[in-house]
T-cell receptor
Framework: ETGVTQTPRHLVMGMTNKKSLKCEQH?????MYWYKQSAKKPLELMFV???????ENNSVPSRFSPECPNSSHLFLHLHTLQPEDSALYLC?????????????FGPGTRLTVT | AQKVTQAQTEISVVEKEDVTLDCVYE???????LFWYKQPPSGELVFLIR??????QNEISGRYSWNFQKSTSSFNFTITASQVVDSAVYFC?????????????FGTGTKLQVIP
C-alpha cells in the first residue's frame, strides 16, 4: 500500500521554467508537509498545512509556492529556481495537526535545476 | 531550542552483527516526542517508532530495539543480527511541545551499510 504518492519522481528544469510538484495522501490525515533534503544536511521543513490552512512557513523563498486545495492534495509550485534548489523534495502527512504523531512520507521528487 | 545529534555519520557492519545507532537530543520541554525513521535507497522515509517523554519503557520489535534514557537524553536504536536489507539511512527526530507549531527536528542521519 502506498499511503503518500508524489509526482514526478524526477524533474530537471531550467532556471526560467515553471513546474509543479504534486503530493497525494490516501491515509485520511489532517496535516501535510513539504521538506527539502539536500546532501549532508538535515531535513528542512518548508511548509505545513493543517486542515488545508498553511500553519508554518519556514522562511522559504517566494520562488517556492505551496498550495493545498483539500486535505488529500498538496502542491509545490516552482518558478525561477536556482541551482542550489536542487534536492530531494519530500511530502509527508500525519493524522495529528499538532505534530505529536508520526509522519508518513512519500518517495520524494528528485529535482535538478540546471 | 531543540536539537538532535546523530554523531555517527556512517557505520559498516558485517551481516549478522548487532549494531547500535546513537541519538542524543536537547530540549527544555518536559513533554516531547521522539521518532526513528528509516530511509532506504528508494528515498522514502519509513516510520519505525514513536516514544513520548513520559514513557521510558524500552521497546523491542523483532530484531529492532530502542533504549530511551531521559537521564542522558538519549534514544538509541539497536538492530540485532543485521541483514543486508537493513542498509539505509536512519534518522532520529524530536517533536518538542514548544518547538513551534508542528515543528519536528531531524538529526543528520546515520548511514548504515550491512555487508554480506
Amino acid at each position: 500500500e502506498t499511503g503518500v504518492t508524489q509526482t514526478p519522481r524526477h524533474l530537471v528544469m531550467g532556471m526560467t521554467n515553471k513546474k509543479s510538484l504534486k503530493c497525494e495522501q490516501h491515509l485520511g490525515h489532517n496535516a501535510m508537509y513539504w521538506y527539502k533534503q539536500s546532501a549532508k544536511k538535515p531535513l528542512e521543513l518548508m511548509f505545513v498545512y493543517s486542515l488545508e490552512e498553511r500553519v508554518e512557513n519556514n522562511s522559504v523563498p517566494s520562488r517556492f509556492s505551496p498550495e493545498c486545495p483539500n486535505s488529500s492534495h498538496l502542491f509545490l509550485h516552482l518558478h525561477t529556481l536556482q541551482p542550489e534548489d536542487s534536492a530531494l523534495y519530500l511530502c509527508a502527512s500525519s493524522q495529528d495537526p499538532q505534530g505529536a504523531y508520526e509522519q508518513y512520507f512519500g518517495p520524494g521528487t528528485r529535482l535538478t535545476v540546471t | 531550542a531543540q536539537k538532535v545529534t546523530q554523531a555517527q555519520t556512517e557505520i559498516s557492519v558485517v551481516e549478522k552483527e548487532d549494531v547500535t545507532l546513537d541519538c542524543v537530543y536537547e530540549t527544555r520541554d518536559t513533554t516531547y516526542y521522539l521518532f526513528w525513521y528509516k530511509q532506504p535507497p528508494s528515498g522514502e522515509l519509513v516510520f519505525l517508532i514513536r516514544r513520548n517523554s513520559f514513557d521510558e519503557q524500552n521497546e523491542i520489535s523483532g530484531r529492532y530495539s530502542w533504549n530511551f534514557q531521559k537521564s542522558t537524553s538519549s534514544f538509541n536504536f539497536t538492530i540485532t543480527a543485521s541483514q543486508v536489507v537493513d542498509s539505509a539511512v536512519y534518522f532520529c527526530a524530536l517533536r518538542a511541545h514548544s518547538g513551534g507549531y508542528q515543528k519536528v527536528t531531524f538529526g543528520t542521519g546515520t548511514k548504515l551499510q550491512v555487508i554480506p
